[in-house]
């Protein structure tokens, strides 16, 4: 009898002790595979987040300062931005757009003192390119949609071509010239996920330039294209 419970006591102490190192196996897996679940959110939070990809349409105008009198610019173009995550709602983007105005001609005259200067044919050609810096705040997030408010500045060169048949000279004359605006943008941006990887969005930005040849000109930006997530 002495023998049978002694042989009993031992099996249970054994069968405690497997319990016990199975119990401390279980909570060291649960310890381990906690740890790239954490940080797999955490690589969501933060980082490159997406690239876009737009065609890009403004309203330029300045009350004729810069144009002719009562004239609106409508450059068109495409361009790219690309956006990282700072946090749960705020984001970062950087851009670079290339916008035309196509090409313009104008048949005039010029009466003066001197006289009656003849027909003047006029061509021009203006390109510009955009590098934007914006912060993004999310204020809507009904997964698959989701929008944003977004500003921040933007530099603008602009690319001035222009061709007089005659010129000053009598001559055919083109001048060349080039420029640098600086300015404010604030604005919405729409984006709409298809896909896994791939979605859509627009964008509406109202822009001032504050500083450079665009001093004091005001303009609208639309947006729209695709989007593609890098995570």
């Known amino acids: 009898m002495d023998s049978y419970r002694i042989l009993t006591t031992y099996l249970s102490l054994i069968t405690l002790k497997a319990l016990t190192m199975k119990a401390k196996s279980f909570i060291l ?3 381990i595979c906690s740890i790239p679940v954490k940080s797999q959110t955490s ?9 876009k990809f737009s065609y890009n349409i403004s309203s330029m105008s300045a009350g004729g300062y ?3 009198k009562n004239e609106t610019i409508i450059p068109y173009g495409i361009g790219s931005d690309l956006t990282c995550n700072l946090s749960k709602r705020f984001s970062a983007s950087i851009g670079i757009e290339i916008r035309t105005t196509g090409k313009r001609s104008l048949d005039s005259f010029i009466i003066s003192e001197w006289g009656y200067s003849g027909p003047i044919h006029h061509e021009s050609r203006d390109i510009y390119l955009d590098i934007p810096l914006h912060i993004n705040y999310k204020i809507l997030n009904t997964k698959p949609f989701k929008i ?3 500003s921040g500045p933007k530099g603008t060169v ?3 071509n222009d061709y007089f048949d005659p010129g000053y000279d009598g001559k055919e004359q083109r001048l060349k010239r080039t420029n640098f605006s600086g300015g404010l943008d604030f604005g919405l941006i729409e984006t709409l996920k298809i896909f896994k990887k791939v979605g859509i969005f627009s964008s509406q930005y109202y822009g001032y330039y504050l500083i450079g040849h665009f001093s004091e000109l005001e303009a609208i930006d639309l947006k729209v294209g695709l989007t593609y997530n890098l995570k």
């Not at 690589?43 to 690239?51: A, H, N, P, R, V």
């Open 148 to 150: 944003f408010i977004s």
């Open 158 to 160: 602009s690319f001035f």
């Open 29 to 31: 897996l649960m310890l």
């Open 43 to 51: 690589e969501k939070l933060t980082g490159f987040s997406d690239i």
């Open 66 to 68: 810069h144009f002719k």
